[in-house]
Every structure is written in C-alpha cells, then in structure tokens.
C-alpha cells in the first residue's frame, strides 16, 4: 500500500560525512537490499557519483566547496510502499555555521526547511568541543582568574542548539500547524567514538545541553549512531582492501538500542515509519 508522500531534509556542518553518507547510501539504495530501495531517478547525484569513484579506488572523497548549494532529491520506498522524497542538499558545512552566525535563513534554506517532515541533523562527537562551566569546574577555581581581554566563544553545544531554535522559529513562522517535523540525530564517526553506550547515551553525556534539548522539544526523536566508511580513509593513499571489496561491504549503523546493523538506509527508514 502506498502512502502520501514525506520529505526529509539532512542538516549538518563542515567535517560531518554528510557526503561519505550520501555516496555510501546512494550505493546501497541501487545495489543492495535493504530496508529502502530507489523508486524512481534521483537528481543532481554529480557530487555523490563523485565521491563514489574515490570510495572505489579506496580513497576519502574531497570536501565540498563552500560555494556548492544544489539540492540532490532521492525517491524512496521501503516494502510497505511508503514512499519519500529524500532531499540531499550538497552544500559546503561552513554554510551552516554562516546561517548561526548571521541569525538568518536564506530563501534556499527557508525552502528547504518550510517543505520537509523530517529533518536528520549530523553531528560528529568527537568533532564538538565542550568548555568548561560551573557545574565541570568549581567557582573556587575560577577565584582570582583574570577576564580581560579575554575573547568569548560560543560553545559548540549552544551553536547547535541555536541552529535547532533557528529551524523551530522559521517553520513556525510559515504558518505551519503545531505539529513540527519529526527529528532525527545522526552521531557520526562512529567508529572513532570508542564506547559501549547507546547513540542517547552517547549524546547525553558528550553534549548534554544538545541532548536536553532535543527531549524537550521532540516526544520521540531517533538518536542513531553511524560509520559510513567504518575505517578511517586518506583522500591521497589508496585502501587496497577498500577497493578490492568495494564500498558498499563497509559501513554500519548503530540503532537507538545499541546493536550494530550494516544497513544504512535504516536512518531514513526510521524517519519514514514514525511519519505513517
């Protein structure tokens, strides 16, 4: 039975995989079963057909040049006959930390945003950096401490949180109906994150504050682990192992209950269940 069609729209900044993903799951979408498959032609996949030639000579795929800004929309559909329209934006991530910076929405982004049911928003733990506050470092630590001329910066965990309110606040805006696109956080890197915990748990102790959040404003969201190239890749020296296997034998998931799955439509599929 097929279903109205949903939209789900992936956010993430600079140094992410969003494009390691991209490729990755394009590959599994056309060639190996999984819990998604392709239904129909996708647009604008250059940069991904890119990043897949350098994932097949075992090589890390370049990172996408700030100026890019071209949406890529995938059809999907699962066995059920749900159906979605995955938008892919390829974009340079330093876009997203432009749109945190200057307060504003551009009309492209405010497009995006205002048409999707879904957002999957990417984030690399290890990538964050969390400053010490009152409650990490005693006030008695901090007595006597000079603070001029000290430069102040906004923790990584506020910019994200930032973001979110920003993409709340222009949804409402669009005179939308209370109900507010399902979320999905994508921890990234996986395999550098070197923890037992589940994909919340993970969050939750890295980034409270993002975690928090996301809980309070989200009934339900899906908080998943990835590792879409599961070892580490030079964009310069081959992976010989990589390439005679291929890309598509590498790569997992980490569902919201700990286990490791090698499928890496299930992301997406998530998302476009909760929506049914």
């Given amino acids: 039975m097929s279903g109205p069609s949903n939209s789900i729209l992936l956010v993430g900044e600079s140094g992410v995989g969003k494009t390691h993903y991209g490729a990755q799951l394009l590959r599994r979408l056309m060639r190996v079963k999984g819990a998604l498959r392709m239904n129909g032609a996708a647009t604008n996949l250059e940069a991904f057909e890119t990043a897949l030639e350098s994932l097949d000579e075992g090589r890390a795929a370049g990172h996408t040049a700030r100026t890019v800004n071209v949406d890529s929309v995938w059809p999907v559909v699962d066995s059920g006959g749900r159906r979605a329209d995955l938008i892919w934006p390829e974009y340079g991530g330093e876009q997203i930390k432009s749109v945190i910076e200057n307060r504003r929405l551009p009309d492209a982004w405010q497009k995006r945003v205002d048409g999707a049911d879904a957002w999957l928003l990417l984030v ?153």
């Fill in 124 to 276: 690399r733990l290890q990538q964050a950096i969390v400053g010490d506050d009152m409650f990490s470092k005693p006030l008695a630590d901090l007595k006597g401490t000079s603070v001029e001329n000290r430069e102040v910066h906004q923790s990584d965990q506020a910019r994200l949180v930032e973001l979110l309110q920003m993409l709340l606040f222009s949804y409402g805006s669009a005179a939308k109906a209370q109900r507010i696109p399902r979320l999905g956080v994508l921890l990234t890197c996986w395999d550098e994150a070197a923890t037992a915990q589940t994909p919340a748990e993970a969050l939750g102790a890295r980034l409270p504050l993002v975690s928090a959040f996301v809980r309070s404003n989200w009934r339900q969201p899906l908080i998943m682990g990835l590792s879409a190239l599961e070892r580490p890749l030079s964009p310069t020296t081959r992976d010989m192992d990589y390439a005679s296997k291929g890309p598509e034998h590498f790569g997992y998931v980490i569902e919201p209950n700990g286990k490791k799955n090698t499928d890496l439509t299930l992301p997406i599929h998530h998302l476009l269940s909760a929506g049914s």
